[in-house]
């Protein structure tokens, strides 16, 4: 196989980018095309690549990069069936999101230096995605992280997104430092980084630490696929523009971790403490983060949430040793999460708002972007399950998987023993998947009939405004503490939907339609995995579909229910017209009817913030930090500085004393000069 | 003659130069000490001359040496009292102090002193 291809796939994105660093500014007329042509290739390239190599087959080429003392460092290939398939999914996704992007930042100024670091992001995943050795890889995940930084903190003139972007940064270092001493173990215990070597040493069971090393990798992988300790960053980091939300947080980046733990599965394999604690991590991120979807107001933070929750979903079905089913829900969500995230983008361009509440106010919507309006749809179902759609496939084959986990017949596909893979681990996700698939009917459904088809949506020429008496009565929705959105206020109502946004739609909206079937015969996908089966068992099938149609009718009976108590138990629109003045003042407060509010009952607050999970980190370590922090300025301050203080003004004390000899009388010179004389004589004499 | 009266009489003389160097206050006779205390050398080169009956005599061949060199060097002296004193209007050694480096106080007190000293000078 000609290695040139697979070079140019992570060294086009890259050239692209400097590219686009060095000229955009002087000719903006090249920026555009200088950002989506090199990644375009590229994701043609990824396919060609992936077609070369065909199925069942792999690509080992490495040459020594630097020789360390220790283990080499190499560079080089590793390409098999998953690096393949997910670099396929990054080339696709990250086209669309530089073609979207031409679009959705037409006005910004400084739109070159995005497209660059968008394109310098998909060459640093494509590195992560290809890469042989572990510091190679290493090195593209850091690079992910800075891009991700830079573009979280895009409107960098909002406090909000400066601190998201802050806190994306610092949480994912905080998991990136126990994952460097992991991949320094690693390669100790094996006395090499490069994949092979260790996938070889893992299989011969020839690592001295297994748990330790799985414990401190997923420590990494908690950070980078936001899972449960490490998750606070994700939802903050909409603060970016939606298109990177899409590609960064939702497709690709928070994919790395997940993709990271299929390829080094054996690792994990060895240690069923490492599952256990995989399998907790994902189940708590699962479940939080579906009750915190179901509660949020600003529609990307829902979508943010709804990504943290699917990751629990791949971690889990790793953690139930099925890195065939957790890759398979990667792409279909990498997918439908785009096609959700771009299309959060239109409407967000067309409504002016984050807010999904604020969206239920707006006639007609839903004809303004009919492309997003029919696109979210698809998304969503996918997102929720149902059949024939992708999601549907790929979270049956997730339950599948922890189904026979926790049957004690796990479907490790030939990587490692079934019964490594502790029973707990499989019933933990299952339970936890199931209770997620119930929650994550809901808040998709809440979402969809919130933002597109409120009544007061419908009926919104008069918004419902509440008496004085009753507004201190009924909790508002529209809160102050509301994520502000820093999207420029650039689409015309009338081309809301320009073709540059409406395609990328629907080119995404085929995968999420029909990638599922791929899983269907075993000389599809799973060829090109490890090939086992991801074929729907029949009763996840049932019970999964069965679920997600329950949180469904749940969300819909709480939306009429609290829909119709709203126009029933409120002042007809006749007596907000009796008083005009009042009708469009902005102190009015109208109220919208949030399904979530009574599903989720009195967890609805907490859920909403998160359940205080950014408030205890911010007592437990932002704090301590702080005060840290102040004793160090206190100390440079007030007691080294006083050192250096005190050194001149010694000094100067010193001069003044010295000065206060040289009166300029000559006469007392001699007379110093002959005293000297006079007793160094007597010295010497004596 | 012994040769104790000549080097007690040096003595004596050199000590009243040292004296007057360093505690007269008019150039001119700083001067003079400076030239007592010459001649205080002189006294003591012709004195040891004789007594220990050098042939050459280079004792008195540097008497005369120094004493040229004291008429070049109290023309000198001399001509630079006259200009201190025509700068100045004075010839007191302690009041010609512009060399020194007064402390820090005192350096803002000078400048009016200093055009003060100008004033005088402009309106002499």
């Known amino acids: ?686 | 003659m012994h040769l104790a009266y000549p080097v007690v009489l040096a003595a004596l003389l050199f000590s009243v130069g040292v004296y007057g160097v360093l505690a007269r206050r008019n150039a001119v006779l700083v001067l003079m000490s400076v030239e007592l205390m010459l001649n205080a050398v002189n006294l003591n080169l012709v004195a040891f001359d004789v007594w220990l009956r050098d042939s050459l005599h280079a004792g008195q061949a540097l008497t005369l040496f120094t004493i040229t060199i004291a008429a070049a060097e109290i023309g000198l002296g001399l001509a630079i009292v006259l200009l201190l004193f025509r700068a100045r209007g004075t010839a007191d050694i302690d009041r010609a102090t512009a060399l020194g480096d007064p402390a820090e106080p005192l350096a803002v007190d000078e400048a009016p002193n200093g055009a003060e000293a100008l004033k005088g000078q402009a309106a002499a």
């Open chain 1, 1 to 686: 196989m000609n290695l040139a291809l697979p070079t140019l796939v992570p060294a086009l994105p890259a050239l692209g980018a400097a590219a686009t660093l060095a000229v955009g500014k002087k000719a903006p007329g090249l920026a555009r095309p200088l950002a989506i042509v090199p990644v375009a290739v590229s994701a043609v390239l990824a396919l060609v690549v992936a077609l070369q190599l065909g199925t069942g087959q792999v690509l080992d080429v490495a040459t020594r990069l630097t020789p360390t003392g220790g283990p080499d460092i190499s560079l080089g290939f590793y390409l098999d069936g998953y690096s393949s398939l997910i670099s396929v999914l990054v080339g696709l996704v990250a086209t669309c999101v530089q073609v979207y992007s031409t679009a959705y930042l037409k006005e910004d100024p400084r739109y070159p230096s995005y497209a660059a670091l968008v394109s310098l992001f998909t060459a640093a995943m494509f590195l992560v995605v290809y890469s042989g050795d572990l510091i190679v890889l290493l090195v593209g995940w850091e690079v992910m992280g800075i891009c991700s930084y830079f573009l979280i903190g895009h409107h960098w003139e909002t406090a909000d997104a400066r601190s998201a972007s802050l806190k994306a940064f610092l949480v994912t270092k905080l998991g990136d430092v126990p994952f460097l001493f992991g991949i320094f173990l690693l390669g100790a215990d094996t006395g090499s980084f490069r994949i092979p070597d260790v996938l070889a040493a893992a299989t011969e069971g020839r690592l001295g630490h297994p748990t330790l090393i799985a414990l401190l990798l997923l420590a990494g992988v908690a950070g980078k696929s936001a899972q449960f300790p490490l998750h606070t960053w994700l939802p903050d980091a909409m603060a970016g523009p939606t298109p990177v939300s899409a590609l960064i947080h939702a497709a690709t980046m928070v994919a790395a971790g997940i993709y990271l733990v299929a390829r080094l599965l054996p690792v994990f394999l060895l240690s069923g403490a490492a599952l256990v604690v995989l399998a907790v991590m994902a189940a708590v991120t699962m479940i939080g983060s579906a009750l915190c979807a179901l509660a949020q107001d600003d529609l990307k933070r829902v979508l943010a949430y709804s990504t943290v929750g699917q990751l629990g979903y791949m971690a889990g079905a790793l953690a139930s040793g099925d890195r065939e089913a957790s890759v398979f829900h990667l792409v279909s969500h990498g997918a439908f999460k785009a096609l959700l995230f771009l299309a959060a983008g239109v409407v967000i361009h067309a409504a002016h708002t984050n807010s999904i509440s604020a969206m239920s106010r707006i006639p007609g919507l839903r004809k303004r972007v009919p492309d997003a309006y029919w696109t979210m749809g698809i998304g969503l179902v996918a997102l929720v399950g149902l059949p024939p759609f992708s999601g549907f496939f790929s979270k049956e084959a997730v339950l599948t998987a922890a189904e026979h986990a926790a049957n004690g017949e796990a479907l490790t596909n030939g990587l490692g023993p079934a019964s490594a893979v502790p029973e707990a681990a499989g019933w933990i996700v299952l339970i936890s998947a199931a209770l997620t698939a119930l929650l994550t009917a809901a808040y998709a459904t809440r979402l969809f009939l919130l933002a597109f088809h409120s009544p007061a949506g419908a009926a919104a020429a008069a918004p419902q405004v509440l008496p004085a008496a009753d507004r201190a009565t009924v909790v508002v929705d529209h809160e102050a503490d509301a994520p502000y959105s820093p999207e420029l206020d650039e689409a015309d109502p009338a081309t809301a939907e320009p073709p540059a946004m409406r395609w990328p739609l629907w080119v995404l909206a085929v995968p999420t339609m029909g990638f599922g079937v791929a899983g269907l015969r075993s000389d599809w996908l799973p060829a090109l995995l490890d090939g086992g089966s991801l074929r729907p068992s029949g009763v996840t099938a049932v019970t999964g579909t069965g679920l997600a149609v329950v949180g469904i009718l749940a969300a819909y009976g709480a939306w009429r229910s609290a829909t119709a108590r709203l126009t029933t138990g409120r002042p007809a629109p006749a007596a907000v017209g009796q008083v005009p003045g009042q009708a469009g003042a902005p102190a009015a407060e109208v109220i919208v009817a949030d399904p979530g509010r009574t599903l989720l009952g009195p967890l609805f607050g907490p859920a909403r913030h998160g359940f205080g999970v950014d408030r205890l980190y911010h007592v437990l370590f932002v704090r301590p930090v702080v005060a840290a922090a102040q004793l160090v300025r206190f100390l440079d301050r007030e007691v080294i500085e006083t050192y250096v203080r005190g050194s001149g003004v010694g000094a100067n004390l010193l001069g003044r004393a010295v000065r206060l000899a040289q009166t300029g009388n000559a006469q007392t010179y001699l007379s110093a000069l002959l005293a000297g004389v006079v007793l160094l004589a007597v010295l010497v004499a004596v």
